[in-house]
């Protein structure tokens, strides 16, 4: 008796982890994905440029003034 209460016991903990771990895996990725910026989002074309010296800090902030505006 004791010994089936002990195995559902376990199986039950075993289900437990395994949801809490894929819950706690997509909590992950969304984060992830959110956090990063999409690649052709204009703010972020601006910092690539700038990085790369395409820009200089005048013209970035002038741009990014503007972009601030439009949203």
């Not at 984060?31 to 700038?50: F, G, H, M, Q, T």
């Amino acid at each position: 008796m004791i010994t089936r209460m002990v195995m559902v016991l376990f199986v039950i903990a075993v289900i437990a982890a395994v949801v809490l771990g894929v819950a706690l895996m997509v909590h992950t990725a969304k984060r992830r994905s959110s956090a990063l910026p999409a690649p052709d989002d204009p703010r972020e074309i601006l910092r690539r440029r700038y990085a790369a010296g395409e820009i200089d800090e005048d013209e970035y902030l002038r741009r990014m003034s503007g972009l601030s505006q439009d949203w």
